[in-house]
């Protein structure tokens, strides 16, 4: 069927073609009744997510204080959610140029809101949830239809009175995009007009050169171009060894690597509640960052549980956990995803849907590869030390910049398919994902239902193991995404997780 302006279109997965129109005001209905109105193309990194390889979800797990009202969340979402353009548009292929692009449709909130009935009387509450999420990670998003939905699971767990658990396909944007928007459809508790407030970044500097007290002009030049030298050689150093991880420099093979083709399995999402401010001490004596002490705590947890893992099938098992079962010199990286578009913030996205103002939107997405040190340090406090050296070091780089510029140019020249080959090869190569995301200062409400906790994950990734920090109020809830049939025991990771930060943490309390 060919459009007013001469495009023939169809629907991802060889559905019906669709009418549109450009720019137009009026809408017309398809076969199937869907509303159209506007044609926009999806950004290089956006059509990546379509690939078979990287068919990605990220899943959100709202915990709620109150039992949930789903009819609610559905008139609040249409008049929300819906407006974004992304949440309420299709993505359809032109036939003739084989380009992809967004088409806005009429979205039918019942299609996207689920209500499952539940029975009141189930064993676990919390295995259900897991097990729920777990089996939404089988199967994709219906690409007939916007791609996200909505679960609402009226169940009593341990941490939340009611669960509700939103999917997003990954092509609609990033990770910290999309918990922008969805912390833009909360208000606070404490005052329903406020949005939340996210804590700025840390503006106190904490280089090497923080303790000089006004320099000489020289001296303030000799910094520059130290600085410059330093971003340069960084940058460089960055840049070769992506391209050797691009063609063959791999990490270690550990028990937490995902054999190949494990971004078809489903993932077990499972997460663990701890203080916010049990890391805020450890921060603060030892002046550095939150992301800083997240990493830290991420390396101490990895190598005690790897060194659990190689003891597996040992003799005397009592006495191999006390001893060091690590091979030397593992090299284990996490690939970190930046999206280079600055975050347009909650405000404006509040704006966008509410009073239909513009906002910048969409995946600019660059590589950054971080390495881990796995060892048993005999000092809990070294760990953080050597994480904070190692993100010090990736700040003053332009990896990210350059590694969205490789694949882009990979893309204009050799396409879609060569662009997806060469990140999923620079994924395979490496162990894990890693996220931290900072989350609001006060208890927040999802359209008038008190959030309890938040924890995101994600699956369609080649990895078996994601670990993402998510802040909440005085909380930080560590969330793991994991193939189980790499890491049959992800409870027991989050449990060294959990382990290191309290050692870490009287560590710093008796050097005090």
Request: proline fraction near 5%; aromatic fraction near 8%; glycine fraction near 4%.
């Amino acid at each position: 069927m060919d459009s007013p302006t001469g495009i023939r279109w169809r629907r991802l997965g060889g559905l019906k073609p669709i009418k549109t129109k450009r720019k137009s005001k009026e809408v017309e209905a398809d076969t199937n009744k869907n509303m159209v109105e506007e044609e926009e193309p999806l950004s290089p990194s956006a059509r990546l997510f379509h690939e078979p390889n990287f068919n990605v979800h990220v899943t959100t797990i709202l915990g709620i204080k109150t039992p949930l009202s789903p009819q609610v969340i559905k008139e609040k979402l249409m008049h929300s959610l819906v407006k974004h353009p992304r949440f309420s548009s299709l993505q359809v292929v032109d036939e003739k140029a084989g380009e992809m692009k967004w088409v806005r449709t009429k979205v039918d909130i019942d299609q996207h809101v689920v209500v499952p009935d539940l029975d009141r009387n189930m064993g676990s509450p919390d295995k259900f949830v897991e097990d729920y999420v777990y089996n939404l990670s089988k199967s994709s998003l219906d690409k007939s239809k916007p791609l996200w939905d909505l679960h609402v699971l009226n169940v009593k767990t341990s941490d939340a009175q009611g669960v509700a658990v939103v999917r997003i396909h990954h092509s609609l944007g990033d990770g910290t995009s999309l918990m922008s928007l969805l912390l833009a459809c909360t208000r606070q508790v404490a005052d329903p007009d406020k949005l939340p407030t996210i804590p700025g970044q840390n503006k106190k500097t904490t280089n090497s050169f923080s303790g000089l007290s006004k320099p000489k002009f020289w001296k303030y030049y000799l910094i520059a171009v130290w600085l410059f030298i330093q971003l340069i050689w960084n940058t460089i150093r960055d840049i070769v060894i992506f391209g050797a991880t691009a063609l063959f420099l791999k990490d270690t093979k550990t028990p937490i690597k995902a054999p190949p083709c494990s971004e078809l399995n489903p993932r077990r999402v499972v997460y663990r509640i701890v203080s916010l401010d049990d890391m805020k001490v450890v921060k603060n004596a030892m002046n550095m960052t939150i992301n800083d002490v997240a990493l830290g705590i991420t390396q101490a947890g990895l190598s005690r549980y790897l060194n659990r893992r190689y003891a597996e099938g040992k003799k005397d098992e009592g006495e191999t956990q006390k001893r060091n079962n690590l091979p030397k010199n593992i090299r284990l990286r996490s690939t970190i995803l930046i999206n280079l578009r600055p975050s347009a913030g909650i405000q404006v996205l509040a704006d966008m849907m509410e009073k239909d103002a513009e906002a910048k939107w969409g995946n600019w997405i660059g590589f950054v590869l971080l390495p881990y040190k796995i060892a048993l340090r005999d000092d809990p406090l070294d760990y953080v030390r050597e994480a904070k050296a190692t993100i010090d070091r990736k700040k003053n780089s332009l990896e990210a910049v350059y590694t969205f510029s490789i694949a882009d140019l990979v893309l204009k020249f050799f396409g879609v398919k060569a662009s997806s080959d060469l990140s999923h090869r620079i994924i395979t190569q490496t162990t894990m994902c890693i996220s931290n995301i900072v989350g609001p200062q006060e208890e927040i409400g999802f359209y008038g239902h008190p959030i309890a906790y938040l924890a995101s994950g994600s699956y369609g990734q080649p990895h078996a193991l994601m670990i993402n920090f998510q802040s909440y109020v005085n909380k930080m809830t560590m969330v793991l995404s994991v193939d189980e049939s790499v890491i049959p025991d992800p409870h027991q990771l989050l449990d060294d997780l959990q382990l290191s930060l309290q050692l870490i943490k009287d560590a710093v309390l008796a050097s005090c």
